[in-house]
């Protein structure tokens, strides 16, 4: 290997940082965006159970905050509710909302840097492979040849070429996986978050007064966004 990052020339190490930074987000993101992370199957059910006299107390917000990333959507809003109990179906909607799309955000951490990796990883290969030719035609003088330096400048372009789309390729495809997941789960926090309110308002009709809202509220808002190329 190191023969022939030594063949491919200076070239090679951008690549060469690229792959690391790129296997390195590829197995955060892996670890991340796991469903127990994100949306505990559990997680709902436990909510289901609890008493409509009583909403949960500080500690098992916490826990809740920390259990995972729909856990911390919801225990926001239960703080909410703790500072006021009166809170109208519309605020407590607008605060819902406001905790998803910073959920959001941590779902698509490092996938605009992972995405930005695969397609620059090509640009740098050609890069490389320019810089070669560019030493091969530099090396034949009229007149004269210099087989060694023809071989040398060949080497920077094909390694650079071929290290390119290794790194690119697995680049491209994770981020294309993660990113489906990613909107997979936008989907199902969006659907959870709008049964935890509907279950409130329940809990509102039952005596935990939570006031609803004076006219019909705005379905809930999307948490999706607008993918931006790679």
């Known amino acids: 290997m190191w023969s022939i990052l030594q063949a491919a020339g ?13 296997l390195a987000l590829i197995i955060e993101r892996a670890y991340t965006l796991r469903p127990p992370r994100i949306l505990p199957g559990a997680l709902l059910v436990d909510l289901r159970h609890i008493d409509a006299r009583h909403l949960p ?3 098992v917000v916490a826990k809740l905050a920390s259990s995972s990333l729909l856990g911390s959507v919801l225990a926001a809003s239960l703080r909410a509710l703790h500072e006021n109990l009166h809170l109208s179906e519309a605020a407590l909607r607008e605060r819902v909302e406001r905790e998803g ?16 990796i695969a397609t620059a990883a090509p640009l740098l290969g050609l890069l490389g492979t320019v810089i ?4 091969i035609f530099g090396s034949q003088a009229p007149g004269t040849g210099n087989p060694a330096q023809l071989a040398h400048g060949i080497s920077i372009a094909l390694y650079n070429t071929a290290f ?8 491209l495809l994770a981020h294309r996986h993660f990113r489906a997941r990613v909107e997979d789960f936008e989907l ?5 978050c ?7 308002n329940q809990w509102g009709a039952h005596g935990r007064g939570i006031a609803p809202s004076p006219e019909p509220s705005a379905p809930t808002g999307d ?6 190329a790679a």
């Open 132 to 135: 070669g030719m560019i030493e």
């Open 57 to 59: 107390g500080p500690n």
């Open 164 to 171: 390119g789309l290794i790194v690119a390729i697995p680049s």
């Open 101 to 116: 799309r910073r959920a959001v955000r941590e779902l698509e951490r490092y996938l605009t840097t992972l995405g930005s």
């Open 223 to 228: 948490f999706q966004h607008t993918e931006i």
């Open 188 to 192: 199902e926090l969006e659907a959870a």
């Open 10 to 22: 200076w070239p090679i190490w951008p690549l060469v940082v690229c792959s690391f930074v790129a």
């Open 194 to 200: 709008e049964r935890f309110v509907q279950q409130v």
